[in-house]
Protein backbone atom coordinates (compact mmCIF):
# COMPACT_ATOMS: atom_id res chain seq x y z
CA UNK A 1 0.00 0.00 0.00
CA UNK A 2 3.02 2.50 1.06
CA UNK A 3 4.42 1.35 -2.68
CA UNK A 4 1.07 2.61 -4.33
CA UNK A 5 1.31 5.66 -2.50
CA UNK A 6 4.49 6.62 -3.47
CA UNK A 7 4.15 5.68 -7.00
CA UNK A 8 1.14 7.90 -7.10
CA UNK A 9 2.94 10.78 -5.41
CA UNK A 10 5.46 10.34 -8.22
CA UNK A 11 3.22 10.50 -10.85
CA UNK A 12 1.38 13.61 -9.72
CA UNK A 13 4.77 15.36 -9.15
CA UNK A 14 5.88 14.29 -12.52
CA UNK A 15 2.87 15.35 -13.96
CA UNK A 16 3.31 18.53 -12.34
CA UNK A 17 6.30 19.14 -13.98
CA UNK A 18 5.32 18.27 -17.56
CA UNK A 19 1.90 20.62 -16.98
CA UNK A 20 4.48 23.46 -16.25
CA UNK A 21 6.82 22.77 -18.63
CA UNK A 22 3.82 23.00 -21.31
CA UNK A 23 2.55 26.19 -19.96
CA UNK A 24 6.29 27.68 -20.63
CA UNK A 25 6.36 27.16 -24.61
CA UNK A 26 6.53 29.57 -27.27
CA UNK A 27 3.60 29.29 -29.60
CA UNK A 28 4.40 30.48 -33.11
CA UNK A 29 1.16 31.20 -35.68
CA UNK A 30 1.72 33.02 -38.59
CA UNK A 31 -1.17 34.83 -39.52
CA UNK A 32 0.01 35.96 -43.03
CA UNK A 33 2.61 34.86 -45.48
CA UNK A 34 2.08 36.02 -49.12
CA UNK A 35 3.51 38.09 -52.10
CA UNK A 36 0.18 39.74 -52.98
CA UNK A 37 -1.98 42.53 -51.02
CA UNK A 38 -5.30 41.89 -49.94
CA UNK A 39 -6.94 42.83 -53.20
CA UNK A 40 -4.86 40.12 -55.00
CA UNK A 41 -2.35 42.01 -56.65
CA UNK A 42 1.66 41.46 -56.36
CA UNK A 43 3.53 42.90 -54.39
CA UNK A 44 6.14 45.33 -55.71
CA UNK A 45 9.95 45.67 -55.44
CA UNK A 46 11.59 47.06 -52.50
CA UNK A 47 13.16 49.89 -53.96
CA UNK A 48 16.92 50.32 -53.52
CA UNK A 49 18.32 52.52 -50.14
CA UNK A 50 18.66 52.98 -46.88
CA UNK A 51 15.51 50.78 -45.11
CA UNK A 52 13.42 52.49 -42.82
CA UNK A 53 10.55 50.53 -40.79
CA UNK A 54 7.82 52.22 -39.23
CA UNK A 55 5.28 50.86 -36.81
CA UNK A 56 1.89 52.73 -36.06
CA UNK A 57 -0.80 52.35 -33.70
CA UNK A 58 -3.35 54.13 -35.50
CA UNK A 59 -7.15 53.85 -33.57
CA UNK A 60 -10.41 54.99 -35.82
CA UNK A 61 -13.36 55.99 -34.10
CA UNK A 62 -16.66 54.37 -34.17
CA UNK A 63 -18.42 56.23 -37.66
CA UNK A 64 -14.92 57.40 -38.38
CA UNK A 65 -14.03 57.39 -42.08
CA UNK A 66 -10.40 57.74 -43.72
CA UNK A 67 -9.73 59.91 -46.71
CA UNK A 68 -8.49 58.78 -49.75
CA UNK A 69 -5.01 57.80 -49.97
CA UNK A 70 -2.23 55.60 -50.79
CA UNK A 71 0.74 54.33 -49.56
CA UNK A 72 4.43 53.82 -51.33
CA UNK A 73 5.41 51.13 -49.71
CA UNK A 74 4.52 47.69 -48.39
CA UNK A 75 2.46 47.61 -45.36
CA UNK A 76 0.71 45.20 -42.85
CA UNK A 77 -1.38 44.95 -39.61
CA UNK A 78 -3.18 43.53 -37.54
CA UNK A 79 -6.56 44.60 -36.58
CA UNK A 80 -6.31 44.27 -32.44
CA UNK A 81 -9.86 45.23 -31.75
CA UNK A 82 -12.83 46.70 -33.61
CA UNK A 83 -14.06 46.23 -37.22
CA UNK A 84 -12.96 48.12 -40.19
CA UNK A 85 -13.25 48.25 -43.68
CA UNK A 86 -11.20 48.77 -46.52
CA UNK A 87 -12.29 50.01 -49.98
CA UNK A 88 -10.10 50.75 -53.08
CA UNK A 89 -10.99 53.54 -55.67
CA UNK A 90 -11.77 50.19 -58.05
CA UNK A 91 -14.76 49.50 -55.18
CA UNK A 92 -13.31 46.02 -54.00
CA UNK A 93 -13.62 45.61 -50.06
CA UNK A 94 -12.19 43.95 -47.49
CA UNK A 95 -13.72 43.87 -44.05
CA UNK A 96 -11.70 43.27 -40.99
CA UNK A 97 -12.62 41.77 -37.51
CA UNK A 98 -10.61 42.04 -34.01
CA UNK A 99 -7.83 39.28 -35.25
CA UNK A 100 -7.77 39.94 -38.83
CA UNK A 101 -4.71 40.47 -40.60
CA UNK A 102 -3.82 42.47 -43.47
CA UNK A 103 -1.66 42.76 -46.27
CA UNK A 104 -2.13 46.57 -47.84
CA UNK A 105 -2.68 47.68 -51.32
CA UNK A 106 0.73 49.54 -52.64
CA UNK A 107 0.58 52.83 -54.90
CA UNK A 108 -3.48 52.52 -55.26
CA UNK A 109 -5.84 54.73 -53.74
CA UNK A 110 -8.43 53.75 -50.79
CA UNK A 111 -9.62 54.55 -47.68
CA UNK A 112 -11.05 52.58 -44.56
CA UNK A 113 -13.85 53.23 -42.71
CA UNK A 114 -14.86 51.93 -39.10
CA UNK A 115 -18.66 50.70 -39.29
CA UNK A 116 -18.13 48.64 -35.93
CA UNK A 117 -19.67 49.41 -32.32
CA UNK A 118 -16.18 50.60 -30.94
CA UNK A 119 -13.22 52.28 -32.04
CA UNK A 120 -10.80 50.54 -33.98
CA UNK A 121 -7.39 50.10 -33.29
CA UNK A 122 -4.83 48.61 -36.21
CA UNK A 123 -1.10 48.23 -35.71
CA UNK A 124 0.69 48.94 -39.11
CA UNK A 125 4.14 47.72 -39.79
CA UNK A 126 5.92 49.87 -43.30
CA UNK A 127 9.14 48.61 -44.88
CA UNK A 128 10.53 51.43 -46.68
CA UNK A 129 13.19 53.35 -47.62
CA UNK A 130 14.76 56.39 -45.67
CA UNK A 131 12.85 59.75 -47.11
CA UNK A 132 10.22 58.23 -48.71
CA UNK A 133 6.62 58.97 -47.32
CA UNK A 134 4.60 55.99 -46.00
CA UNK A 135 1.42 57.66 -46.79
CA UNK A 136 -0.26 60.19 -49.50
CA UNK A 137 -3.78 61.63 -49.04
Request: aromatic share 6%; charged share 20%; glycine share 8%.
Amino acid sequence: MKNLFGILCLFLVLSTIVFAEDTNKVIVETLTKTSLSWDGSELSAYPEGKPEVTILRITIPQGAELPMHKHLVINAGILLKGELTVITKENKTLHLKAGSSIVEVVDKWHYGKNEGEIPAEIIVFYAGVAGTPITIK
